[in-house]
């Protein structure tokens, strides 16, 4: 069932993607799909993504070419730079000429290190989330300074909110695909679930979406209609679950 | 509600001035929102009132209502692909509808899931429009059918212009981007604020609209952002600490 409203086609990243959750099982592999995409389709020359945790941890799944992999590896070194601010606030970082001193005042050592050592012109940072729950981030890079289009940037924006759903759907049901449940969209219910899920089972955000589409997965349901069940009360998660 | 009936003037003054004050400070797109929506119910006599926003892929979402049920009547045309707000949006025109009982002919899918579902009679849609392109709706809903008169109906349209001009001016609206960049911020907070309430419905045995209530006054008691409360809800142990504040039932707009 169409739940949202389609006023124009998925564009090439998006049905790059599509093609992608039908054929690709581990985080990796995934990532380096989602990158690929991005360059090809996003007016880009390069594209990483890395993994960030609340633990502070964080493990770069995949850097296209060696120029990403090098603007990540500076910014987890010295703490700072438009990957790591996208991480902490959750919103899109998008520095069209980074030569220009007011777009990179908040992460100034990241700056001259990154004019130091690449020739790179352009950073584009956008978060992989899902309400409260932060995955991590899609970074992209371009040596010519100059903004995306509004449609290369809805593109990239889309690319990463669909790179967040296949992280979490891969990790709840690897290879079955159905992360693409279109009731995920706009269906106010399975985040409240996975809020009143996290209290039962004591986990967070990203755990209780996880087990709610586990669950739903073992019984055969859609994940609407099981958290439509557990914000009405007729079900509720336990402990030992399974 | 409040025992003195207020005039419409003062209702406006209020308004403007609540919408003025949050335009300040840092504020959230969907705390405004929702405040726009409590004071278009309040203003316009509605039963409820909604917004829609487009998100990156072209596609609306539901982003503010004042009511669950207001939540339902759009699902109910986003899942039809078809309704008075959708064709608003498309249209970029305001689209009005006295009676849902005449609209089987011209969205009958809607109108099915209206009699089966729906809580409200009367529609009315107005585009948030910029710059000639559509970002979203803003939608009036009536349990009686009737017709707006004119003046409410251009009052509906100067708050739904409020809104855009919100939505723009979060951040300095330095490059054509910012706006997409903006929505889904917007998007990612109401998210982040179902979550939140979900999380309070569980830990203090509420309904989500009560849940939502709490999380709303605890924000604004303490004018911290909504949706930096309700991510500290989800993330830490914020909750015990909203359901422990005890407000008294308010006059605010719900």
Known sequence: MVRSVGVAEPGSVAQAMLAIAREVGGDHELAEQICQACVLGVDVDGAAISLLTASASRETLCASDATAELLEDLQFSLGEGACIEAALTGRPVLVPDLHHSTQTIRWPIFAAAVMEQSDVGALFALPLQWGAINLGVLDMYRTAPGSLNGAQLREAISAANMAALMFLGVRSDPGNGRWLDHSLHGRAEVHQATGMILVQLGVSATDALARMRAYAFVEQRLLSDVAHDVVSRRLCFTQDMA | ?254
């Open chain 2, 1 to 254: 509600m409040s025992q003195v009936v207020r005039s419409r003037e003062q209702l406006l003054s209020r308004a403007f001035v609540g919408l003025a004050d949050t335009l300040v400070d840092d504020y959230d797109i969907i705390d405004l929102l929702d405040r726009l929506v409590g004071y278009s119910v309040e203003l316009l006599a509605a039963d409820a009132a909604g917004i829609m926003l487009v998100d990156s892929q072209r596609t609306l979402q539901v982003v503010a209502s004042s009511h669950e049920d207001a939540d339902v009547m759009e699902l109910m045309q986003l899942e039809a692909d078809q309704g008075p707000c959708v064709e608003c949006f498309r249209t970029q025109a305001p689209v009005s509808v006295p009676d849902l009982i005449d609209a089987a002919g011209r969205w009958p899918v809607f109108a099915a899931a209206v009699e089966s579902r729906g809580a409200y009679r009367s529609v009315h849609a107005l585009p948030l429009r910029l710059r000639g392109e559509a970002i979203g709706a803003m939608n009036l809903f009536h349990r009686q059918p009737g017709t707006l008169p004119e003046a409410d109906l251009v009052l509906g349209q100067a708050l739904a212009d409020v809104a855009t001009i919100g939505i723009l001016s979060e951040r300095a609206a330095r490059r054509g981007e910012v706006v997409t960049e903006q929505l889904q911020t917007a998007l990612n907070n109401r998210v982040i604020i179902e979550q939140a309430k979900g999380v309070l419905a569980h830990r203090g045995n509420l309904s989500m609209n009560a849940a939502f209530d709490r999380l709303r006054r605890y924000a604004r008691n303490r004018n911290a952002l909504l949706s930096e409360v309700a991510r500290q809800v989800v993330e830490t142990d914020l909750a015990s600490e909203v359901l422990a504040t005890r407000v008294a039932p308010s006059n605010a707009v719900d």
